[in-house]
């Protein structure tokens, strides 16, 4: 778990390898130009936010720098121009929603970095906050320019990098940039790598991860690391089945890779040899098709028929695995258990999201999820509130937790090493 220093720095683990990140804490912000990079690529219609979520996350931990007097710049991207400006990918759109979260009118520069950003930037009073257009309608950004860094560092005074879901990317905005400007970690940044550290590299045990999604393949490096760190994990969906077929379990017409059984085989070598207990579903739920409220019968997870679809974990199995998250102290969630999007192949997620919403509601366990599917689940069962985190950061959050080393972290972690 991070600890917060006296100094305002942060510590915690990743990947086994201690890392310092400057915060906020204690630095005077009155009147200093604070760059933030910010992720606001949120979903938008008609030229409007459909859903401010986000928005209203990050702006929690803005409005205290506000009210500190700091002169906020806010960079972030949207989408993925196939053309250096694509009008339909404007931020622009975003500063109805924005100013309503930060409490305050934010302005709008229509380029993201060079003189005439630069100057509005020298024009905003304590308290104010100016909003950068798209950086990826510059080449610049993605391609991690020092140039381009160099334009964006003229923009601030002090660099926070408050978008850990793009810390995965060596970007100009998350990676150069910490070269030309003093670098911080924002609220949301160490919030996020906090909880993930709590839940991954200094777990209370026991501690459980529950690793569900179509295929195996996708997921190989994420199931050797966890397999190596936790006491347990939980496979279901697609992914479940493919473990299945490689016991000998006859799949019909299920998802699933009958070229991973030598993975399949390597992953469980390396639990056996952690100590970690790998739990598949002992019966399941078939139809004879992909739809909602299709026809369908609970089997065991060895007889599915030929011409069936597995689409969910059984009952038995759902029971089987709340008795495994009732023993951990730990819960770590990413993937659904099955087809949730459609009904009622969606039981076995929403029960178990429920049970763990349960254990941290009565006995303060610790239950942390993440991924766009994981997080549609939770919602879906009502449960998003009741778990301890809940990460929106999808591809980072999917290379924590293979054990990968993050630029945007790296970038932070230097720069505090230069400081």
Sequence with gaps: MGIFQPNGG??????????????????????????????????T?????????????????????????????????????????????????????????????????????GYSAELLTKQLANGEALLCENLRFNPGEEQNVDAFAQQLARLGDIYVNDAFSCAHRAHASTAAITKYLPSYAGPLFVEEIEALSKALEAP??????????????????????????????????GMANTFLYAEGAPM??????????????????????????????????????FTTNAKHHV????NCPIDGLILDAGPDALAD??????????????????????????????????????????????????????VAALNEAHVSEQFSYVSTAGGAFLEWLEGKTLPGVTALQDAAKAA
Excluded at 209 to 230: D, E, H, M, P, W
Excluded at 299 to 302: E, I, L, R, S, T
């Design 45 to 113: 219609q008609g030229g409007k936010v459909t859903d401010a979520t986000r928005i209203e996350r990050w702006a929690a931990g803005m409005r205290p720098l506000l009210q500190a007097g700091a002169r906020l710049i806010i960079v972030t991207h949207m989408g993925r121009p196939d053309r250096t400006i694509d009008p339909t990918l404007s931020v622009d759109k975003l500063r109805p929603a924005l100013s309503k979260a930060l409490g305050t009118e934010v302005r709008f520069s229509d380029v993201c970095a």
């Design 321 to 374: 695995f709340k008795t495994v998250l009732a023993e951990c102290h730990t819960i770590l969630w990413n993937g659904p258990l099955g087809a949730f999007e459609m009904k009622p192949f969606d039981r076995a997620t929403v029960g178990l999201a429920q049970a763990a919403a349960q254990l941290t509601t009565r006995l303060g366990v610790t239950t942390i999820a993440g991924g766009g599917d994981t």
């Design 204 to 237: 209370e045990h026991p501690a459980v991860a529950i690793v569900g999604g179509a295929k195996v393949s996708s997921k190989i490096s994420v199931l050797k690391n966890l397999v190596q760190k936790l006491d347990h994990v939980i496979i279901g969906g």
């Design 10 to 43: 942060y510590r915690c683990g990743d990947g086994g390898i201690l890392v310092k990140l400057r915060t906020l804490n204690n630095v005077v912000l009155k009147g200093q130009r604070i760059l933030v990079r910010a992720d606001l690529n949120v979903p």
């Design 252 to 289: 019909g017409r299920s998802l699933h890779e009958a070229d991973q059984i030598a993975t399949v085989r390597d992953i469980q070598q390396l639990a056996a040899q952690s100590g970690c207990q790998i739990h598949l579903p002992r019966d399941v739920v078939v139809a004879e098709e």
């Design 299 to 302: 089997v065991a997870a060895n």
